[in-house]
């Protein structure tokens, strides 16, 4: 199991101000960019579950816009991110595969929302994730994730309706590499299960 570098001791305990504490899933097709992303806004170290591609998977995951992929998620990966108004996300990032499908209720039992990346070059290998994430009945949020080479000549409706997202479904796009632009993306999310449950005026 491969772990990013260590975090320095001061950010592995919860910050005095924290309030609300929200689990969130980081889902999306394998290659995708979810354990980058968690890496890239996670204050303390993350946990990964990483294991390196062999030649016996090569059968049942599709490499197909991915070949540079050389190790691949096989439970979670986690992260954790403190955000204005004492609002703290545990992301949990979730394997890509059909053969980790098993796993899905277990990781999905309590999250308040999902995350889900995009790859604009194989739009189609994001259906079944997205399946997944409306059978579950979670709230959730799309990121088209930068990747260098990823077609820029698609507008937002052509997206939407690819994905075949609904007008209330918040659609962004982020670099998984740069802290700034996933915290864009996770703030989108964030928004979007506040607008559905307005706290409660005290």
Not at 44 to 72: F, M, N, Q, Y
Not at 76 to 84: T, V
Not at 127 to 154: I, K, T
Not at 156 to 171: I, K, S, Y
Request: hydrophobic content about 40%.
């Amino acid at each position: 199991m491969a772990c990013a570098p260590s975090s320095t001791p001061s950010g592995i305990h919860l910050p005095d101000s924290a309030r609300e504490l929200v689990k969130i899933l980081v889902a999306g097709p394998f290659g995708v960019g979810k354990t980058t992303l968690i890496d890239s806004v996670s204050e303390i170290r993350p946990l990964h579950t990483e294991e390196h591609l062999t030649e016996a998977s090569a059968t049942v995951d599709d490499l197909a816009g991915v070949r540079e992929k050389s190790t691949t998620t096989v439970a979670i990966d986690f992260g954790r991110i403190s955000l204005p108004g004492g609002i703290v996300l545990y992301l949990f990032g979730t394997p890509g595969q059909e053969r980790f499908r098993s796993l899905w209720d277990d990781i999905a039992y309590g999250a308040l929302g999902a995350l889900v990346l995009v790859d604009s070059r194989r739009i189609d290998a994001s259906f079944d994730v997205l399946g997944l994430v409306e059978e579950s009945g979670l709230p959730y949020a799309v990121a088209f994730n930068a990747f260098p080479d990823a077609p820029r000549h698609y507008t937002e409706e052509q997206l939407r309706t690819a994905l075949d997202l609904d007008a209330g479904t918040p659609m962004v796009t982020c670099d998984a590499r740069e802290r700034d632009s996933s915290i864009d993306a996770l703030l989108a999310l964030v928004q979007h299960l506040i607008d559905r449950h307005p706290p409660e005026r005290r």
